[in-house]
């Protein structure tokens, strides 16, 4: 499956034409580049650079807990890799929480010094694309009302608000390994592919 994006990397007119998103493999494992940015399934190696690029706002105990649900199957964690650096990460399941026919995209985060440059939009177009590929119709998010950048990102990106807000809770992991029971008022996003 090859799917065109007229989104350029770091603006809004393409720098070096199209940029082209693959999904490929028989085994149902893909690859994406763009540029120089490649999405790709995490690996244990991608560890200590996630932390790097993550921190202070993710803790190295998140990580690895997602990276554990990871390869137990409970999450597809994914990638960006920057020039040979993970720059970030978003986590895929199928299971349709909020929205039927859809896969669920979520644990979006990208390192402070590889925002604005489009990393989070070739993620989510990745999502989107393996989306489609498995046959899902929707991709679904959770996002927190107070998070007015992810807001008008995913707005731009051609999702929209489905119902009323919603009490989300969900459990953190702190730096010290605790664990702490978060609650805050969420949208769930929708896009219909």
Request: positive net charge.
């Amino acid at each position: 499956m090859r799917i065109r994006v007229s989104r350029a990397l770091g603006g809004e007119r393409p720098t070096s034409g199209r940029r082209t998103i693959t999904i490929s493999g028989s085994s149902g494992e893909s690859a994406v580049s763009t540029s120089h940015i490649r999405v790709r399934r995490a690996l244990e190696g991608d560890i200590p650079q996630l932390i790097s690029a993550l921190a202070p706002d993710v803790s190295a105990v998140q990580i690895g807990n997602r990276f554990q649900e990871h390869c137990d199957g409970y999450r597809e964690m994914l990638v960006a890799e920057l020039g040979g650096s993970i720059a970030g990460t978003v986590s895929i399941a199928a299971v349709e929480r909020r929205a039927e026919n859809s896969l669920r995209m979520f644990a979006l985060d990208v390192g402070s010094a590889y925002r604005r440059q489009g990393i989070g939009t070739i993620l989510i177009d990745y999502v989107e694309a393996r989306a489609r590929r498995e046959g899902y119709g929707k991709v679904n998010l959770e996002v927190a009302l107070d998070n007015g950048g992810a807001i008008r990102l995913y707005e731009r990106l051609g999702y929209f608000r489905r119902g009323e807000p919603f009490t989300d809770r969900w459990t953190l992991l702190t730096g010290d390994g605790r664990y702490e029971q978060v609650e805050e008022r969420s949208w769930v996003m929708v896009k219909t592919l």
